[in-house]
């Protein structure tokens, strides 16, 4: 057994461990203490300890500085100084079954570093997604940790971590495992286009097919993204644009008069006897600018600007959508070229489909024999902030945050702020997957609302490297810490062959 | 300025009523009259000329004399395979049509590493015409990822591309469920896309493109459609005038029969009460020469289905000199009864479906087949429906089942085996 060092002191939140001179403890390096089982320590913090006394310390480095190096030296420096850990047990093995510890490790114990079998009980679920592999500090393990996908998604996941850190490189990594099962429907609204990979590694590359592509300019074998303004309601609007009580009135009176040609009359310029003229200017202005839909005058046609939104074609896509994610699949929507709100609209308006439908399955029974659904939202604060909530109510978003587990729905919010997310939605979110964060605000807000206690990983969190993470859950038994593969490298690692198929033609 | 005229969807041999299956045939000759009336250069027929890829004979005879009277007033006809008339083996009637000179199939793949298509010029107005055949489950989708389109883009001309095949973006809503391919699949700039597959009309401009049409069926191969037109819709071919450019395509509506549609809803009725709302709502329609779709729907609240009784229906209208009287009982049931709920009103669907539900009741390992294996039992089925053709022997009408089943299963069985 290589020790790494010596159990000294301390106490149940923070036992001591002196270090051994030539095995260097890093912070989040994972211990293990033998004894009646083993217990796993994770190094929380590091302190330096000498024998000798701080002014002969000062003394010492004063002749170094000055050069009066001759032999001055410490009579066997590797006893008299030393680094102590502060290290926590996070859990406790006895027969292979992980606990939490309840008790401290045996006093004066030698402790090794981890190994890959003191983690065998980090079993693959029935549902794998892969997150990356176990981390030991800056070590990584060959134990690679997964979270169950139905469990994982229906309760929600956080992913919260400031730019560079790695999220969308975790997402892809997360996905490419999703795109393999057809018990998952994965929704992922994509505003930088870089999770389908068009011209690089992306999801586009899975080799089951299963992943779908939709953009208002998809390459071939894409589907191009075109929504008909029939298939738009008022209440999909609903948190997403902020109207006024005027406009919200008369798009009722529109919508009940003209029932799905409503935008189109709107737009038109159909004029309503109780509807002011101000209003229904104003309203043609925010369809124009919004979903870029606006009335020629010269040839009295509906014309659409990046033909997202458009009158004539695209009426079966947010059906054909829906049908994809409940054939468990993942639609990839490009949202890059849309406005914010059109983007949100775009989202709200599949989500909305989705959700309807599942409801309508659970009445009926079907529910069960449905695949979940999960619907990944980058800077999810613009849906889900406490701002936005107030100010424009409840959108389909934060109704999903809330009720979506009844009907097998869950999000995948991703954001940089969680500080912006109110703490009723946060708590729903029982898996969070936190990578580095050097702000503190965001790191006290994540901490709070962890499912396990990260009240001194503070410093862990602020110092996570690019692509290692944390993963709270209420489905692990404890924090554990990962490294996410680069995605690039992750795909080239799994035996997936091109399947080049020639094709005989008959026609 | 030159024309042509751009039909799809015939579907002739559909229909096993022999009044309907008149009026399918007279359908098709009121349209190549009217083409012919309208002096086209020549005609498109995308896909869905018959029903079968092998139709009965008597079909198959009329349908010839038809097309060989348009051949023979100098305009050419120029077709695709369409789901229905497609063959894996290019022994279609459609084929057998083509080698006796009565039309000319334009889908010619050129070989190479993408799928080349070669051009088939109309002799008379220099148009060049080509195109893909459809498959069932939209399996032509790999052609058309294999297509060269810049070849075809390259070209100069006035050039139609021929297909039959539903296109993502212009799919009606409520043929959400229907396979399709995405228009970025499709060659770019060409002056004309004939359409064929679904059974409603449509012309889309989108920009980049020429006309994107869809005559839609011509008469109505299913119940769905025979109650669409009963219900309004327009069945007819589009009539095209180019000369660099195709202008506006015109609908040129073909009606070989009026139409009536009754709708009665006899929810919340025992089945005595729902006999007489049915009788009071024939009463407000006349249906003295019409096709009269029937639709009786909702849930009895007591008493059976079966008595509403359908034959006392059927005379009723035929009493009142209704043509042809189609009831669609479909949406009807009653709370005595456990529910069975049927979506769709198409057959194919309804196939698709219960196979899809027989599907994932069997433990079956290989995904591809959970995953495939609706579409492949679809198809099978279409073959096994062929019927053994005038002249051909027993043993012959089994090795073509066999082989045809092969083909669409993908597997070679040797002798030994059958």
């Known amino acids: 057994m290589e020790i790494a060092g010596q159990i000294i002191g301390g106490e149940t939140a923070a036992v001591l461990i002196r270090q051994k001179s030539d095995e260097p403890v890093e912070l989040g390096d994972l211990l293990v203490a033998e004894g009646d089982g083993y217990t796993i320590l994770q190094v929380k913090d590091l302190k330096y300890r000498s024998q000798i006394p701080q002014g002969m310390r000062e003394l010492a480095s004063g002749f170094n500085l000055e050069g009066y190096r001759g032999d001055v030296e410490f009579l066997e420096p590797e006893l008299r100084n030393y680094i102590i850990a502060e290290a926590r047990p996070i859990l406790h093995v006895r027969n292979g079954e992980p606990m939490l510890p309840k008790r401290l490790p045996g006093f004066f114990r030698e402790v090794r570093r981890i190994r890959d079998g003191d983690l065998a009980f980090l079993e693959k679920p029935r549902n794998p997604v892969f997150l990356g592999n176990v981390r030991s500090g800056s070590k990584v393990l060959e134990t690679p940790v997964y979270i169950d996908a139905l469990d994982a998604i229906t309760h929600h996941i956080l992913i919260p971590a400031t730019t560079g850190r790695g999220k969308s490189n975790l997402v892809k990594v997360m996905l490419w495992s999703l795109a393999d099962m057809d018990r998952v429907g994965m929704l992922v609204l994509d505003p930088h286009d870089e999770y389908y990979g068009r011209n690089e590694a992306g999801l586009g590359k899975h080799p089951s097919g299963n992943v779908v592509y939709y953009s208002p300019d998809a390459p071939v074998g894409g589907n191009t993204l075109s929504i008909n303004l029939r298939a738009l309601r008022p209440e999909h609007f609903e948190g997403i644009i902020p109207f006024t009580q005027a406009q919200e009135q008369a798009i009722a009176k529109y919508h009940n008069c003209y029932k799905e040609r409503w935008i189109i009359k709107i737009v038109e310029g159909e004029k309503l006897s109780d509807v002011k003229s101000v209003t229904l200017s104003v309203l043609r202005r925010v369809f124009d600018v919004i979903l870029g839909v606006y009335l020629d005058e010269d040839t009295g046609e509906i014309k659409s600007r990046g033909g997202v939104f458009r009158d004539v074609g695209g009426e079966s896509t947010i059906k054909d959508i829906a049908g994809h994610l409940e054939d468990g699949k993942i639609v990839v929507v490009d949202t890059s070229r849309l406005m914010g709100e059109a983007e949100l609209l775009v989202g709200s308006v599949i989500s909305g489909e989705i959700f309807r439908r599942y409801q309508k399955y659970k009445s009926t029974g079907e529910l069960r024999r449905k695949p979940v659904i999960g619907i990944v939202i980058e800077e999810a604060p613009r849906v889900l902030g406490k701002e936005v909530i107030e100010r424009q109510g409840n959108n389909i978003y934060s109704t999903i945050a809330r009720e979506g587990r009844k009907f097998n729905i869950g999000l995948v919010a991703i954001t940089q702020l969680v500080s912006l997310i109110p703490r009723t939605v946060l708590a729903n979110m029982n898996t969070k997957i936190i990578l580095g964060n050097e702000m503190a605000q965001e790191r006290a807000e994540i901490i709070g609302s962890a499912s396990q206690d990260l009240s001194d990983d503070n410093r862990a969190i602020a110092s996570l490297d690019k692509g290692e993470a944390i993963v709270s859950s209420i489905f692990t038994k404890f924090a554990v810490p990962v490294k996410i593969p680069l995605f690039e490298e992750f795909i080239e690692s799994t035996d997936h062959e091109d399947e080049d198929e020639d094709i005989e033609f008959i026609g | ?418």
């Open chain 2, 1 to 418: 300025m030159y024309r042509f005229a751009h039909l799809s969807d015939c579907h002739l041999g559909a229909q096993k009523q022999p009044e309907l299956r008149e009026l399918e045939f007279q359908a098709f000759r009121m349209a190549l009259d009217d083409a012919l009336e309208n002096n086209v250069d020549f005609m498109i027929i995308a896909g869905d000329l018959f029903h079968s890829n092998i139709p009965n004979m008597e079909t198959v005879k009329r349908a010839t004399l038809e097309l060989r009277r348009v051949r023979d007033e100098g305009v050419p006809i120029y077709v695709n395979y369409g789901s229905h008339d497609y063959s894996p083996s290019n022994t279609s009637m459609i084929d057998i049509l083509e080698t006796a000179g009565v039309i000319e199939k334009v889908v010619r793949p050129i070989p190479g590493k993408k799928l080349g298509l070669e051009f088939t010029v109309d002799e008379k107005t220099g148009a060049k015409i080509t195109g893909l055949s459809g498959r069932s489950r939209a399996l032509e989708v790999d052609y058309f990822r294999n297509l060269d389109r810049e070849a075809l883009e390259a070209e100069d001309g006035f050039r139609i591309f021929l297909f039959h095949s539903a296109i993502t973006q212009f799919k009606p809503v409520d043929f959400a469920e229907m396979d399709s391919i995405d228009l970025n699949l499709f060659p770019r700039g060409l002056e004309y896309y004939a359409g064929g597959h679904l059974h409603r009309r449509g012309c889309y401009l989108e920009e980049g493109y020429g006309p994107i049409v869809y005559p839609g069926a011509l008469f109505g191969s299913y119940a769905g459609d025979l109650e669409e037109n009963a219900r309004g819709e327009e069945r007819g071919y589009y009539l095209v005038e180019f000369r660099e450019k195709a202008k506006t395509p015109q609908f040129r509506v073909i009606r070989p029969a009026e139409f009536e549609y009754i709708e009665c809803d006899v929810t919340g009725k025992n089945s005595q009460d729902a006999s007489l709302l049915i009788r009071k709502e024939m009463g407000e329609h006349d249906v003295k020469g019409k096709v009269v779709m029937f639709k009786i729907r909702g849930e009895l609240s007591s008493g059976r289905t079966s008595d509403i009784d359908s034959a006392w229906i059927r005379r009723e209208l035929e009493s009142r000199g209704a043509r042809v009287v189609q009831i669609n009982r479909h949406g009807l049931s009653t709370r005595e009864i456990q529910k069975v709920r049927v979506a769709e009103s198409e057959i194919p669907a309804l196939e698709r479906r219960i196979f899809r539900e027989k599907l994932a009741g069997v433990d079956i390992r290989n995904k591809s087949l959970m995953k495939r294996g609706d579409s492949l039992a679809v198809e099978l089925l279409r073959k096994l429906e062929n019927e053994i053709a005038p002249g051909e022997k027993k043993e012959e009408y089994e090795r073509r089942v066999i082989e045809e089943a092969e083909a669409v299963m993908g597997v070679n069985l040797d002798d030994d085996n059958r």
